[in-house]
């Protein structure tokens, strides 16, 4: 996948399977090597991850630690083989029941048809506020 349009489109569909919880959807779209990066040191979730394993790690420890109450990409651009997406999210901390929400932005490389790298940016400081017990 070398269009821009089939970049988006790949995109598009891992947002639909993380909405339907289809995370093995996701991972067979990740490159053996794919760099997935998720900030926040002190989240539980936080961390570079490599490859699908890796990916899959996040996810683990995402769905272990969070229940996602909206989650809503809104907006898409591209350049090259990058996909950039902006939406909203809300979560419930499992642990502390308190909740969190952020507008996001997301990076997507997409080379031959699979996601080489992935990085969020997010309102770390607000998760970590829903991470702390009261």
Excluded at 3 to 21: I, K
Excluded at 42 to 52: E, F, I
Excluded at 87 to 101: L, M, P, Q, W
Excluded at 103 to 131: I, K, P, Q
Aim: with cysteine; aromatic share 12%.
């Amino acid at each position: 996948m070398t269009s821009t349009t089939t970049s988006t489109e790949l995109v598009r569909g891992l947002y639909d399977a993380f909405g339907r919880g289809d995370i093995a959807f996701i991972l067979s779209r990740l490159a053996p090597d794919c760099q997935w990066i998720a900030p926040g040191e002190g989240l539980p979730d936080a961390g570079t991850y490599r490859g699908p394993e890796g990916a899959a790690e996040f996810f683990r420890k995402l769905m272990a630690a969070t229940e996602v109450t909206r989650f809503e990409p809104r907006e898409f651009f591209t350049s090259g083989n990058d996909v950039i997406a902006l939406g909203v999210e809300e979560v419930r901390v499992i642990a502390t029941g308190k909740t969190a929400s952020t507008n996001w932005t997301m990076l997507f490389r997409v080379e031959d048809g699979l996601v080489t790298y992935f990085e969020v940016f997010y309102d770390t400081a607000a998760y970590l506020r829903a991470h702390q017990p009261a």
